[in-house]
């Protein structure tokens, strides 16, 4: 969530007119863009397996000990009461799950289970896939809107419906237009766009100052977009530097994977870029009335830039490195060369997110501040008046 930044002053009619004829036409071609991109009913593809999903309670579990030289850990079998999907209400021998990072099984515990319709002769006809988790969750939600509301009161409400309008972007539009077959690139951009428009306004206010953050914003999330695709293109990247992406050729073989990945991109810079660029056009507006020139006010707003774009960029590093966590602890235990780790697929798309969200974080602060000062009005400098003769003064 963005700073509270307190009321900027007030901008003037001629500045407003100017921000308004560059801004309301940018608003008009993303509505355009939605309307015409917006996908039609996108349906999943029905699993090949037959799979149908069910929610259970474990009633019983009777583990066993495993055969030697087996690779299981645990073997045996459980009861699950069916209490929603196919077959509620009825009891159902599961196996107990295997492989990597699965817990036991106790009683008592909600799990998820897959209803295997052509299930193998002798086999079992449901299996444990995961843990029912519904519950925790809504907590942990009803606890985080509760933080924010306490602490941010009248802007806590405003920052958390755009958050909901972000959220019914991305899920509504972004996502079923990029499996209808758009264009993810093109799709980002319009999405990240309309998502800047909401957000932000919601957040801030329609002012002058929130909307010179937009027009910054919307600059840098161009830059950034083209950066990516110049050096996806450079580094011939494929776009399958992971096993979600490679599930997804599979599954759907026309998706545009090299713009799926830019597509990630444009939309992870606008999480940091917002709250720079608000950042930087109240400054320029705090410090207007004590400006005599632009240029004396570009440099003194700058400075400021400065100092928050040096945690910002720390931000956005460690932002992209928790959540490859995983690939950098597999790539440390690797006895491969560092040079041919660093040109790996793999690591190569996430340097790529990480330098271009950068160059786009830092190129959005002179890019505000720039367009800040060039609406700022700036107060004439008035002549110091002359001093008056004493009582005393001689006369000529």
Not at 306 to 324: C, E, F, K, M
Request: with cysteine; hydrophobic share 50%; net charge neutral.
């Amino acid at each position: 969530m963005s700073h509270d930044h307190g009321p900027p002053p007030a901008a003037s009619r001629h500045t407003r007119r100017i921000v308004t004829a560059v801004l309301v036409p940018a608003a008009l071609a993303t509505l355009a863009a939605l309307i015409l991109l917006w996908p039609g009913d996108v349906r999943a593809a029905p699993d090949p397996g037959g799979g149908q999903r069910a929610l259970g309670t474990v009633t019983a579990v009777a583990e066993q000990a495993c055969p030697a030289g087996a690779r299981q850990q645990r073997c045996g079998s459980a009861t699950v009461r069916v209490s929603q999907g196919p077959g509620a209400g009825t009891e159902q021998p599961v196996d107990l799950p295997q492989g990597p990072g699965t817990s036991a099984l106790h009683v008592g515990d909600g799990v998820v289970l897959l209803y295997l319709t052509d299930a193998v002769p002798g086999g079992r006809a449901y299996a444990v896939v995961d843990r029912q988790r519904s519950t925790p969750m809504i907590w942990l939600i009803v606890l985080a809107v509760g933080v924010i509301l306490a602490f941010g009161r009248w802007r806590g409400v405003t920052s958390l419906a755009g958050l909901a309008v972000s959220f019914a972007l991305l899920l509504l539009f972004v996502v079923p237009a990029i499996l209808e077959g758009s264009p993810p690139l093109l799709i980002a951009v319009v999405g990240a766009s309309a998502i800047m428009f909401a957000a932000l306004y919601l957040t801030h206010g329609v002012t002058v100052h929130t909307s010179v953050a937009v027009a910054g914003t919307l600059a840098s999330l161009v830059l950034t977009g083209l950066l990516g695709a110049l050096f996806t293109s450079l580094m011939q990247l494929s776009g399958l530097g992971s096993d979600d992406s490679s599930a997804l050729a599979v599954t759907n073989s026309t998706l545009d994977l090299r713009g799926l990945l830019l597509a990630g991109i444009v939309i992870g810079a606008l999480g940091v870029l917002d709250d720079v660029t608000v950042t930087q056009a109240v400054t320029v507006a705090e410090l207007t009335p004590g400006a005599t020139s632009r240029w004396e006010l570009y440099r003194g707003a700058i400075r400021v830039g400065r100092a928050h774009v040096a945690s910002a960029v720390n931000t956005i590093v460690l932002a992209y490195a928790g959540a490859s966590l995983p690939l950098l602890l597999l790539i440390a235990a690797s006895r491969a060369p560092v040079s041919e780790l660093l040109t790996s697929e793999y690591l190569a798309q996430e340097i790529l997110r990480s330098a271009v969200g950068t160059i786009g974080l830092v190129a959005s602060v002179p890019i505000t501040t720039a367009l800040a000062a060039l609406v700022a009005e700036l107060r004439p400098a008035t002549a110091a008046p002359e001093p008056r003769p004493g009582r005393h003064a001689r006369r000529a």
